[in-house]
């Protein structure tokens, strides 16, 4: 017998491997405090240490520790107050305080019985902790393999707190760690001490990757489509493509069945997705539909271009069926088209890139306002389609101090004829056979040259420009007596137009140090100025295809043309604009405190483009611009923007929103957006291309009420129309660790005088998953500065319990 406090040996498992010393046993010196690399693999050394005695029997196979034994492997580690070994059959067994550490996982107990060889082996009344955080405790374990675990009356919790508030609790549970799947029979999960679910037959992952197997179920309520439950299946068909089944059952409406199949392949990756409704008893028993193609996909070289395609196909059965059926958020809700492309795209030779598009959707009619109106159409979404569109870009920056750009387009457009529905026959508001606007072809060639001169302080860019384009337009004659689109002598099948663009930008930074409210800070004086010059050419015989009059703020003040969209009106312009911004930046981090911008636009002619006969000319001087926003503390921010009319004496756009977030989980915001009722023409009309007015008031925030206990809410007001638009309030409960539960309340319009009310409630276990409906979505995009109430839980390391 030998005894030491501290005894190390190093015994090879494998059998028939002698030592010089005939016993097997080495024993590296004493001095050293590192073991002597030993020339076996590693998975076969064990390693004695820590034992008060150390009993070797009479014929050497069998070695019995004692007194805070331990024997390691590079993989394993066991301890206990008695360790039993078998050299020959590898079994290791431990009693009285039991420890066996495998690859980050932790088995306690009183017994333990394990076979070094095999890998496998029998725990009495074992307690273990696995190194996903997980743990539980059970009557009986036994390791079958390296992968599989099965335990007996046992409990199970995938969060990692020291006293679970949930857990699993099953006669038997297997584990198996290579398929990422945990079997309960008999199972019973448990919130508190209180029973919230059974069943016979049970399955979970073990880590968060894809498992075949139904995913969370989930259920909420909306007004127009009652109690909604959904009960997704996902099925795991390889690491790169898988598969979601989505029955659904809607009470108002009937059952439901979805679905999505994702692809994920090194040159191609995409899904498709749909949904079918056979019956809607609340939709006159018709039948409802709709699917999503997305598809991308590298082609490769040729000719020393890389190719791409890009498919995006959208289509539902009617207008309404996003209204009726979204489970979404309401901005899915009111989508007014659905996108139906097909792209290729292509780019090389360093210089050039470009794309080849076919591009129509859907729209999706709210029939309820073509029923409140007389015109046929009314609430039907409409824009050009571009059937098919070029387009070939180059551009080549810092040649010999020159930047030289090219934008090229060749684009055939078609607008949709309406609906046979909607055409109401021999309607006077429609032309012939549908066509309620003209169809064309049109090119344009966009060339610029500039020379950017930037120096420490300050900068100035010269450009100029030659804009080119030609129409081929497909004019539609009028009834007798007229029409929408009568031919007259301004509209030419055919016509070209060319201009000349020229620009100066320049700008200036000063700089000086000072203080704001008492501290260190850095002001900066940024003054701005952008000339512009664009010769007239009579436009008016030309079409409109896809063009609209820019809002005029910060983003368009310094732009080329006040059209956006193409380039179907090109306005003159001898322009001038001025803009100055401020700014007081913290003089040791940086951070900007408080910003100060005003831009104003002077025109030396008038403005003679105009986009259609009810449009409102430009003025010598531009709607006044200015905009604040303030850091005054690090809780406390807001912004501030008006856009003023010298010529109306009117405000024709403002807006103000503050926010307060005093600390982690609280925050108010209050917002209020107004627009000017829009300006009418002599005759009386609307000018089209102007916002509609409104003035809103939008209230958000989260609050705690208890340590434990989170409110969240938003009001969005129209005073304008004297209701609310959209409404939403929640409560959400965090509990020390393990899980959370929140309802949600959400009520918003759908339409004119219409509007969707839904229930969330969902109940969050951590490591199982959620019940009930997610509403984080909804939370996140609707509550600014909104935060998660969960504290991320970092990844453990299987080195991190190391002992």
């Not at 037959?201 to 139904?214: A, H, I, S, V």
């Not at 450009?463 to 539609?476: A, C, M, P, Q, R």
């Amino acid at each position: 017998m030998f005894k030491r406090s501290a005894l190390v040996l190093t015994v090879f498992a494998a059998i028939g491997q002698t030592h010089a010393q005939g016993t097997g046993l080495r024993v590296p010196m004493l001095e050293s405090p590192m073991l002597r690399e030993v020339n076996a693999p590693q998975d076969d050394i064990i390693t004695i240490t820590d034992s008060e005695t150390f009993d070797v029997t009479d014929d050497t196979n069998k070695f019995i520790l004692q007194g805070g034994a331990q024997v390691r492997r590079s993989d394993v580690i066991l301890k206990g107050d008695r360790i039993t070994y078998d050299r020959e059959l590898g079994k290791m067994r431990a009693e009285g305080h039991a420890r066996l550490y495998q690859e980050g996982n932790l088995f306690t107990g009183e017994e333990i019985e394990y076979n070094v060889d095999s890998e496998n082996g029998e725990f009495l009344g074992p307690i273990y902790s696995f190194a996903d955080g997980s743990s539980g405790k059970a009557d009986f374990a036994d390791m079958l393999d390296r992968n599989h675990l099965r335990l007996f009356n046992a409990t199970f919790a995938s969060c990692p707190c020291p006293d679970p508030s949930w857990y699993l609790a099953a006669e038997r549970v297997d584990l198996y760690d290579d398929e990422n799947e945990g079997i309960a029979r008999n199972a019973k999960v448990y919130v508190g001490d209180i029973p919230v679910f059974w069943s016979p037959y049970f399955t979970f992952p073990l880590r968060q990757e894809k498992k075949t197997g139904f995913l969370t179920p989930t259920f909420s309520y909306s007004s127009r489509s009652g109690a909604d439950i959904i009960a997704p299946y996902f099925i795991n068909l390889a690491p790169n493509y898988d598969a979601t089944l989505t029955p659904r059952w809607l009470s108002k409406r009937g059952l439901m069945l979805g679905g999505e199949f994702r692809y994920l392949q090194p040159n191609y990756s995409g899904q498709i997705t749909g949904a079918y409704l056979p019956k809607d008893k609340n939709f006159n028993d018709q039948k409802r539909w709709t699917y999503g193609i997305i598809h991308r996909q590298q082609l490769g070289s040729l000719l020393g271009f890389n190719f791409g395609f890009n498919f995006n196909w959208n289509k539902a059965s009617d207008g309404n069926y996003f209204r009726d059926l979204d489970d979404l958020e309401i901005n899915e809700a009111d989508r007014t088209y659905l996108n139906q492309s097909a792209t290729l795209t292509f780019s090389g030779h360093r210089f050039w890139s470009g794309f080849l598009r076919w591009d129509q959707y859907q729209g999706l009619h709210d029939l309820a306002l073509n029923s409140e109106s007389d015109a046929p159409g009314a609430g039907v979404y409409r824009q050009y389609e571009r059937k098919p569109e070029l387009l070939i870009r180059g551009a080549r920056y810092d040649w010999g101090g020159f930047d030289v750009s090219t934008v090229n387009t060749l684009t055939r457009f078609e607008f949709p004829k309406y609906p046979a529905y909607l055409r109401g026959g021999e309607s006077a508001w429609l032309d012939h056979n549908g066509h309620t606007e003209p169809n064309g072809t049109r090119f344009i060639s966009y060339s610029t040259l500039s020379y950017p001169i930037v120096r420490p302080g300050w900068y100035i860019t010269p450009k100029v420009g030659l804009h080119f384009s030609h129409y081929e337009t497909d004019w539609y004659k009028g009834r007798p007596g007229g029409g929408f689109f009568a031919q007259d002598n301004s509209q030419k099948r055919s016509q070209s137009r060319t201009l000349p663009i020229f620009s100066i930008d320049s700008g200036m930074t000063f700089e000086r140090d000072t203080t704001f409210f008492g501290k260190a800070s850095k002001q900066t004086l940024e003054p701005r100025l952008y000339y512009l010059y664009i010769p007239f050419r009579e436009q008016s015989g030309i079409p409109v295809y896809d063009t609209s009059v820019s809002q005029f703020g910060f983003g368009t003040a310094f732009t080329e043309n006040r059209y956006s969209g193409g380039w179907d009106r090109i306005n003159n312009a001898n322009r001038l604009t001025f803009g100055l911004t401020t700014r007081w930046l913290d003089a040791h981090s940086g951070l900007e405190r408080l910003a100060l911008q005003v831009a104003q636009s002077f025109s030396f002619q008038p403005q003679k483009v105009t986009l259609s006969n009810n449009e409102q000319l430009a003025n010598n001087r531009s709607e006044f611009l200015a905009s604040l926003s303030a850091r005054l503390t690090d809780k406390l921010n807001t912004e501030a923007a008006i856009q003023y009319d010298p010529y109306e004496k009117k405000i024709a756009q403002s807006s103000v929103s503050v926010r307060w977030n005093p600390k982690r989980l609280t925050s108010l915001s209050l917002s209020y957006r107004y627009q000017r009722e829009p300006l009418l023409s002599p005759e009386g009309y609307g000018y089209s291309y102007q916002l509609s007015s409104k003035e809103n008031v939008i209230v958000a925030g989260q609050w705690p009420i208890t340590e434990k206990i989170n409110a969240v809410g938003r009001l969005d007001y129209s005073i304008k129309e004297s209701r609310s638009t959209q409404s939403i309030a929640g409560i959400e409960y965090r509990s020390n660790c393990c899980w959370s539960a929140r309802v949600l309340f959400q009520r918003y319009a759908v339409a004119r005088e219409k509007t969707n009310s839904r229930v969330f409630f969902q109940l969050e276990l951590s490591g199982l998953g959620a019940l009930g409906s997610d509403p984080m979505k909804t939370i996140r995009e609707n509550i600014p500065g909104y935060e998660p109430t969960e504290v991320p839980v970092p990844v453990r390391s299987t080195f991190e319990r190391y002992e």
